[in-house]
């Protein structure tokens, strides 16, 4: 079946390393996204990618970092820069921006 | 800053009754989507409104897109414990889609 597969589900780090997580998807989607969720704060973009080798900052950018070399794959490092990077990472895929977006399962970050 | 608004953010639902959730933006949206988040899950996509004044069905839910593309509502009716989740409106001022920042349902029995 096709879909979006993030990994993992739970990631625990110290405070000071970087970290990326993973988001693979199989459904030929051009655009891929990600987002992060705050309880009480609905979805904020982080990045994303409409195509291969290009993407473009969310509106909270700032500490993250991204590649898209495959049009498969779209890893997101949070950086020791981003200030409170405990949260709920949510990576989406879509045919193209008028489309309904499709969510993987979600990384939980703890950073401690 | 968040372009698109939901109101109420927490809905508390006696199992059979009706309730409505409004989603409204400053600006023009191309399309309405809505998205539903079980809890402890991720956001499963729903539907896509497009044209000014559609209304969509699925089951109980109704869907409807205002005249002026400014606004939509969700509108459940004889609410089951299965609609227990966090409903999200999102649409594109912009390229970009913005979320609203969701209605949680809870659902007394």
């Known amino acids: 079946d096709g879909g979006i597969t993030q990994s993992p589900k739970y990631l625990f780090r110290k405070e000071g390393q970087n970290v990326t997580l993973s988001c693979e998807q199989n459904?030929?989607?051009?655009?891929m996204y990600w987002y992060r969720q705050d309880p009480g704060q609905g979805l904020r973009l982080i990045y994303y990618?409409?195509?291969?080798?290009?993407?473009q900052k969310g509106d909270i950018a700032e500490g993250y970092s991204v590649s898209r070399e495959k049009k498969e794959s779209f890893p997101l490092t949070v950086t020791s820069a981003q200030k409170n990077p405990t949260a709920f990472y949510l990576c989406?895929?879509?045919?193209?921006?008028?489309?309904?977006?499709?969510f993987g399962s979600g990384t939980r970050l703890t950073v401690v | 800053g968040q372009q698109v608004m939901q109101i109420p953010q927490y809905q508390h639902v006696q199992e059979g009754e009706d309730f409505t959730t409004y989603c409204n933006s400053s600006?023009?949206?191309?399309?309405i989507q809505w998205y539903k988040q079980r809890p402890g899950g991720h956001p499963v996509f729903l539907i896509q409104l497009v044209k000014s004044g559609e209304v969509k069905k699925q089951k109980r839910l109704t869907f409807q897109f205002g005249e002026a593309k400014k606004n939509s509502s969700l509108h459940i009716t004889a609410t089951q414990t299965t609609d227990v989740g966090t409903y999200f409106c999102?649409?594109?001022?912009?390229?970009?889609?913005?979320f609203g920042a969701g209605t949680t349902v809870t659902v007394r029995a």
């Open positions: 999102a649409g594109h001022p912009d390229y970009k889609l913005s």
């Open positions: 600006t023009t949206l191309s399309n």
């Open positions: 989406a895929s879509s045919a193209s921006a008028d489309y309904g977006y499709t």
């Open positions: 990618s409409q195509i291969v080798n290009d993407f």
């Open positions: 459904l030929n989607h051009d655009a």
